[in-house]
């Protein structure tokens, strides 16, 4: 049953091959049994499961599900969900209990999903490694002994290792796609503001953006179609009607435009990579796309400006947390000065402070022109380069990532080597737009993932376009051994 994907699982369950408990209980089982080796999740939550597999059960029985009722998914730890444990990867909010769902949440309930969990992930998903998480990092299921990128690795190793049919990833800087990469698995980050982040513990709010993480585009057109749309909770969430996702997937490709930035294929890229996305790119010419070259001349701004933007956001969002209202209080404050002190002191992490460090330098009065600002005009100008490169093409395809997964501890002493394995992901969420990973082979017997970026709310051509690729290929079909057999 864990072999099939969420569009197979919801035709097995209408057609009563199996029910949702006897799903929901095989899927906690190999939770119980495989994760102690990969720690991709911080917690289960087997009641809630049951007890949501037992009402979709009830609803398939009268003919009321909908194409997520009774499917087994987790959530990454960084949406809230009432009484359950929210610790966003974080000693910080170890202790919190949310008192209430996320916008995401509350609708994979509504659609009669099961939520198995929450899953591991980087320390307020700052990471690319998810290392940083409070709970130990997460093995990547086809080497345990190399990361599953981050920050949403536990999303991308679950779903990899048939531990969940679908997880929910977050997206400032590359962390749906790079772990998805990585991984082996399907990953869509959408356009900024077409889901709702109310309930999504803010990081770097003009960047935070959630996504599915499945095996197939198919998959993650199910799951987007119930996360997309507006509320009104979220004031940057975007009120525009959601398409169907799904009822586009099967269009052809004839006379797509596909770009390559020149700037993606350049120094530092694994030349492994480079021909397996040249590969994918011709299997694409053979569905009927042509392929141009095109420019990305701002590129190489993209890691700098982000690392100035995202601690500036993060440095003002994790100011909340400070030992008085939840989260990590510490023993015995002398005052509120060391409250305050020790509280975050002990409650954040290494690469968390590192952040919160950077950012409020950055923001401080005298240097707030020469960063800050400055960083926002990289980022207007990067904008730039992307509009006016889908004025000559439809979709734009490159590497995910530099690398396949890399060994703990190779990047952990370096923060610089860390953040650069999203160079070709972090461009796209300064300019908030859609993008992809999809598997297109291995190198060295680790997954490679392409990226696919298209312009503002194209989710449907995107999705689109990485099915028809997944209906001539079977990159996505791969299943880590030993691990997922
Ligand atoms: N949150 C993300 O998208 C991950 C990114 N690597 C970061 O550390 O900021």
Redesign the pocket.
């Known amino acids: 049953m864990h072999r099939k994907t969420i569009a197979e699982l919801a035709a097995g369950l209408e057609r009563k091959e199996f029910s949702s408990v006897e799903l929901t209980q095989t899927h906690l089982a190999r939770i119980e049994r495989l994760d102690p080796i990969l720690n991709s999740f911080i917690t289960t939550t087997p009641e809630i499961a049951l007890a949501q597999a037992r009402a979709a059960d009830e609803r398939i029985a009268k003919g009321e599900a909908g194409p997520l009722t009774g499917i087994p998914i987790a959530q990454k730890d960084i949406f809230c969900t009432k009484g359950v444990r929210t610790s966003c990867g974080s000693r910080m909010l170890d202790n919190f209990i949310s008192p209430y769902d996320a916008c995401v949440v509350e609708r994979f309930s509504a659609a009669g999903a099961v939520m198995l969990g929450k899953l591991n992930m980087?320390e307020f998903?700052?990471?690319?490694s998810n290392e940083t998480s409070y709970y130990g990092p997460v093995k990547n299921p086809w080497n345990t002994g190399t990361v599953p990128g981050?920050?949403s690795g536990g999303s991308a190793a679950a779903v990899a290792a048939r531990l969940a049919a679908g997880a929910t990833g977050t997206?400032?800087?590359?962390?749906i796609r790079q772990p998805a990469a990585f991984c082996g698995i399907t990953g869509l980050k959408p356009t900024y503001g077409r889901i709702s982040r109310w309930g999504m513990i803010a990081?770097a709010s003009s960047l935070d953006q959630a996504g599915p993480m499945a095996r197939t585009a198919e998959d993650c057109a199910i799951m987007l179609q119930t996360m997309a749309g507006f509320d009104e909770r979220d004031s940057t969430c975007v009120d525009r009607p959601v398409p169907d996702y799904c009822a586009a997937l099967a269009n052809n490709l004839d006379g797509l435009r596909i770009g390559l930035p020149k700037e993606f294929f350049g120094e530092g890229l694994d030349p492994a990579i480079a021909s397996l996305i040249q590969e994918a790119v011709d299997e694409y010419r053979k569905l009927g796309a042509t392929v141009k070259e095109v420019s990305l001349p701002n590129m190489h701004l993209s890691v700098p400006a982000y690392y100035v933007v995202?601690p500036a956001e993060c440095s003002s969002n994790l100011a909340r947390f400070d030992g008085v209202r939840f989260g990590h209080r510490c023993e015995n404050p002398a005052d509120l000065a060391d409250l305050y002190t020790r509280s975050r002191g002990e409650g954040f992490g290494a690469e968390v402070k590192r952040r919160i460090l950077i950012g409020t330098y950055a923001l401080s009065a005298g240097y707030y022109d020469a960063y800050y600002l400055k960083a926002q005009k990289v980022r207007r100008l990067i904008s730039e380069d992307f509009r006016r490169a889908f004025e000559e093409v439809d979709v734009i395809m490159g590497p995910t990532a530099p690398s396949v997964a890399f060994e703990f501890g190779a990047k952990s002493a370096d923060p610089i080597a860390m953040y650069l394995s999203?160079i070709y992901t972090i461009a796209v969420n300064l300019a908030g737009l859609p993008g992809m990973s999809i598997p297109v082979g291995f190198a060295d017997g680790l997954p490679v993932g392409m990226q696919i970026i298209g312009g503002y709310f194209s989710e449907d051509r995107l999705l689109n376009v990485a099915h028809r690729y997944q209906q001539a290929t079977d990159w996505h079909t791969h299943v880590p051994t030993g691990i997922a057999d």
Do not use: R
């Open positions: 980087d998903a700052m990471g690319s981050g920050s997206d400032t800087g590359g962390s990081f995202a999203d």
